[in-house]
């Protein structure tokens, strides 16, 4: 007969590993240029009639990141450009900064942990969003390295390396799926757990925005979901998984200001 405290101490055990964790979240706009150029009729017109694009055709406009180690945001800011590429180096160094580095002798710059990403239908979009256009720019693109790493699929079952590409990866948390096996809006998600969210524009409203030159709006609205999705996670890590993840609290979350930037 199984106990609760024996799938305490194994969740426990298991979870142990996961120290780093990346909340994440871009914001895009059509890439016309691309669209006009190789785009067929059927995605053309959905662009006329402002309906949703395929992954390619999106051009990423903002990225906002909250990284923490062990319970500790060591780092919180949104940035909004018109450099494409300035904004995908800004998440490949995002990547990077949430890893823990420790030296050994036999390797002076070993990988200790690897960071868990969380996201709001990250799986689905913001990701293949962020490799698609990272090949676009892949000859601007400063640490290469890391999207080798994020790209790695050599530990199938991640006994001791990330399978980040693996749909059901630990190491990726996409809350709508992972939690509630669909995709959900991260307002949604936020009034079932009276969490404040969206009080800077909409994320339809962000062409508008970037036509206006308004990046700096754009940043602060980025900014804001990565940390409602950040109190979302801490919310379901209280009361679903009874704290099972070493995350931090909604209250310590609120009390953290980010940096918006504009580039």
């Known amino acids: 007969m199984w106990k609760w405290k024996d799938i305490e101490e194994k969740r426990a055990r298991y979870l142990s ?35 949703f694009l395929k992954v390619p055709f999106h051009r990423i ?4 990141i909250m990284t923490i180690k062990n319970r500790e945001i060591i780092q919180f800011f949104s940035v909004s450009s018109k450099d494409e590429t300035a904004l995908l180096n800004t998440f490949w160094e995002g990547f990077k900064k949430a890893h823990t580095f420790v030296s050994t002798k036999e390797n002076k710059r070993a990988i200790h942990s690897f960071p868990v990403l969380i996201s709001i239908n990250g799986k689905d979009f913001d990701i293949p969003v962020i490799n698609a256009r990272s090949l676009k720019h892949i000859n601007n693109i400063t640490d290469r390295k890391f999207i080798s790493i994020f790209l790695d699929s050599f530990d199938r079952y991640e006994n001791d390396y990330p399978n980040y590409t693996y749909r059901y990866s630990s190491y990726h948390i996409d809350i709508p799926v992972d939690f509630f096996g669909k995709k959900m809006s991260l307002k949604n998600l936020c009034y079932l757990s009276q969490i404040p969210v969206k009080t800077e524009g909409d994320g339809k409203e962000v062409k508008e925005y970037f036509q206006k030159e308004d990046l700096e709006r754009i940043s602060r609205y980025c900014l804001e979901d990565v940390k409602a999705t950040a109190k979302l996670f801490a919310y379901i890590n209280d009361f679903f998984l009874f704290k099972a993840y070493n995350f931090p609290s909604i209250e310590e979350i609120d009390s953290i200001q980010g940096e918006i930037k504009v580039i």
């Open 17 to 51: 590993k996961f120290k780093n964790f990346l909340v994440f979240d871009i914001e895009t706009v059509p890439d016309e240029e691309m669209l006009f150029a190789v785009g067929d009729e059927e995605e053309i017109e959905k662009f006329n009639n402002e309906e």
């Open 61 to 64: 406009v903002a990225v906002s």
